[in-house]
């Protein structure tokens, strides 16, 4: 089992990663106060029943996931039934589920009672990788994807790999898209090993979280370096909002990724990486209505935006770039 922590001024979060760790969990979990499990109900109940059970869960809320869960209406379903409840400021919130049950659990765990604890037990490669650390939580208001979060982060995550087992493709293909994003931007061996070997993924998933454990730590609330984290994210989420969904997030992801390298020496090479591990980035769009959406951009700041460059693998940087720049990223206008 291999153990991170992340550390800031304000808060301090143990993640603990390895095969069966899900089996172990009750002997890991100390005793908790009062808790409550949130679990997508697309799980296998047998996993559902052992967690709450590992974590001495009072009650177990199954919820159905996906981006088009993560809105204010699956929020207050939650809260009302701990409210009626009468939970506690002291309850622990236990979670179960990928990156979107994450961000929906960490937000009511952020404002139940003004704050309560909160565990998390990703189930996705990408929320393993990625989305448990780092205590962004959000909802979505209408197209206006992660428009309403909070910082909370966990205190403790659980990464068991062996979860994945059950998880379609697609959703593999989504989460080794943000492990590749992590080696591009902050650890050249952790690429090279992607491109060459086959790691096992607890440590494709150590490296990952490796590189965004210090960013997070050197800017906590997104203020700046932090932005490193979204190479590549300013195109996907605008692929995202274009298609409505049909293709995944990772997917965007990596191909957001392969116009920023577009021109630059590893850019076929990347193409290469992503075909290996069968993420599919021909994502076709029309670019006036793709900058259009990339108007919309959070890191937008007036005629400004912050993106996320790599030019040198392992060593990703933010530039500020005027707006109409970006154009040049996008098909159909040269780079120049
Ligand atoms: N907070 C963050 O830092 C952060 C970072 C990256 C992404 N995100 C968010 O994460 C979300 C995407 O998360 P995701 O990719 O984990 O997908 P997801 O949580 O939407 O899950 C994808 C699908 O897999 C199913 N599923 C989950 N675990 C499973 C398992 N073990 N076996 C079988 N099926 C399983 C779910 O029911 C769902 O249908 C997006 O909303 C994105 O904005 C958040």
Redesign the pocket.
Known sequence: MKTLILKTPSFETLIRIGEGLVDRLDSQLGTLHESVLLA?????SS?IEHVAMAASCTDVVRI????SE?TLRTYERIVTYLSDRRYSPATTLVAL???????IA?FVAATYARGIKYIYV??????MA??S??????LNVRHR??IIGAFHQAEDVFIDPT??????PR?IA??MA?IVKAALIGDARLYAGIRDDNPSLEALIAGALRVKIPIVEADPFDRGRRRLLNYGHTLAHALETYHEGRY???QCVASGMLHMARGLPFEHELSAVFARYDIDTDIPYDPETLFELVTHDKKRRGDTLDIALVETIGKGFVKTIPFHEFKTFLKGWDKT
């Open positions: 997508d109900k697309a799980l296998p996993l159905g996931v996906g981006e993560k589920g990928g990156g979107s049950l994450g961000d960490g990703p189930t996705t490669l990408l929320a990625d989305a650390v780092g205590g962004k939580t959000a994807k992660n979860l994945v087992k059950t998880l379609p959703e989504s989460g943000e995944s997030h990772g």
